[in-house]
């Protein structure tokens, strides 16, 4: 059974990162940005600031009681004559060492960027990486590999607003279901510990790529949550399936990156043998025609927080299975095939 109702209470009380943290979050991004604008090296050669990952594509989740979570966000720097790739990311470092509040917090670099850790509030904590972005003299956007002290990508401009319109077209065709089944997809990595190692930006990707036009003119494929993500699942099943080794993943924005260094073959043959196990389950869960053995099913894979809401029952009613029951009956059948 479908568990719709079920499905939209437990994403919001869940998996969803709460308005709270994500005001803080904006906060916190606006004052490191007015920090490193007055620093007295770097500050006169920012021009802006722009979210980047999970942030700006709205997936962030509510992380583990004893996690944290994090939001990147690109640091828009003119290029300096005479600066190596690297030294954006040592200058950005050192401007967080200069200022009287940010050297007291953990602050430290990355290939990519920098990062700046927050004390936990109530054992949850926070930290942003800050993604130097910069512009070339010949007008190329790259970001630095401090690693190789080199610009990424070699040729060409990243192009960071790609990926965010690439998964855009995939909420319009899916009805604005894929954000929630990316984020219920990444709430069974990091709180189920179904598939350890997946980094976000490749779920993303491997998730949206089973999602086109053609199959988006069948109505029902993505009529709501748990059809989608059933259907989307079973589709990246068949997909990882007929790809034994790790396949390349080219990077959607077609900047020509990929992100080859996200993911090792290890790691790839987990997801893979994992995602075929989650598609089954999935499966008997949604197909299960009785309400209370639907609901153990889908809560094998979700936990038992998989429930009616903290707050109210479904159509206000005492019956946990009512609404459930009802959204079935309206369908005519809780059966949709691959092609639902």
């Given at each position: 059974m479908e568990h719709a109702n079920y499905f939209k209470s437990f994403l919001r009380e869940q998996v969803n990162l709460d308005d709270t943290r994500l005001a803080t979050l904006e906060k916190r991004?606006?004052?490191?940005?007015?920090?490193?604008?007055?620093?007295?090296?770097?500050?006169?050669?920012?021009?802006?600031?722009?979210?980047?990952?999970?942030?700006?594509?709205?997936?962030?989740?509510?992380?583990?009681?004893?996690?944290?979570?994090?939001?990147?966000?690109?640091?828009?720097?003119?290029?300096?004559?005479?600066?190596?790739?690297?030294t954006y990311i040592d200058e950005v470092y050192n401007a967080l060492h200069r200022h009287s509040t940010y050297k007291k917090q953990k602050h430290g670099r990355k290939c990519r960027c920098v990062y700046l850790d927050?004390?936990?509030?109530?054992?949850?904590?926070?930290?942003?990486?800050?993604?130097?972005?910069?512009?070339?003299?010949?007008?190329?956007?790259?970001?630095?590999?401090?690693?190789?002290?080199?610009?990424?990508?070699?040729?060409?401009?990243?192009?960071?607003?790609?990926?965010?319109?690439?998964?855009?077209?995939?909420?319009?065709?899916?009805?604005?279901?894929?954000?929630?089944?990316?984020?219920?997809?990444?709430?069974l990595r990091?709180?189920?510990?179904?598939?350890?190692?997946?980094?976000?930006?490749?779920?993303?990707?491997?998730?949206?790529?089973?999602?086109?036009?053609?199959?988006?003119a069948d109505p029902q494929r993505y009529r709501n949550l748990p059809t989608a993500l059933l259907n989307i699942v079973e589709d990246l099943d068949q997909w990882l399936q007929a790809r034994p080794s790790k396949p390349f993943l080219e990077n959607p924005s077609g900047d020509g990156t990929n992100f080859d260094h996200r993911w090792s073959e290890e790691t790839y043959t987990n997801f893979r043998d994992r995602l075929h196990t989650i598609a089954a389950e999935m499966r008997a869960a949604y197909d299960e025609e009785d309400p209370e053995k639907s609901v153990s099913a889908w809560q094998k894979l979700l936990?038992?927080?998989f429930r009616p809401s903290s707050t109210s029952t479904a159509s206000g009613s005492s019956n946990p299975f009512s609404g459930a029951a009802s959204a079935v009956s309206a369908a005519g059948s809780s059966r949709v095939g691959r092609s639902g």
């Open positions: 991004v606006e004052a490191v940005y007015d920090a490193l604008k007055a620093d007295r090296i770097i500050g006169d050669l920012i021009t802006g600031k722009r979210r980047q990952g999970s942030w700006a594509h709205r997936l962030i989740i509510k992380p583990r009681p004893d996690g944290e979570y994090d939001a990147d966000f690109m640091l828009e720097i003119d290029e300096v004559d005479g600066w190596e790739p690297q927050y004390a936990p509030v109530n054992g949850v904590g926070c930290h942003l990486d800050i993604v130097p972005f910069v512009t070339l003299g010949d007008g190329r956007r790259v970001i630095v590999n401090r690693d190789d002290n080199a610009w990424e990508p070699r040729f060409g401009s990243t192009n960071p607003q790609g990926f965010t319109d690439w998964i855009k077209v995939r909420a319009e065709l899916t009805n604005g279901q894929f954000r929630e089944v990316v984020r219920l997809m990444k709430y990091d709180q189920r510990g179904s598939f350890d190692g997946v980094r976000s930006v490749v779920l993303t990707t491997v998730l949206g790529l089973q999602i086109n036009e053609w199959k988006a936990g038992d927080k």
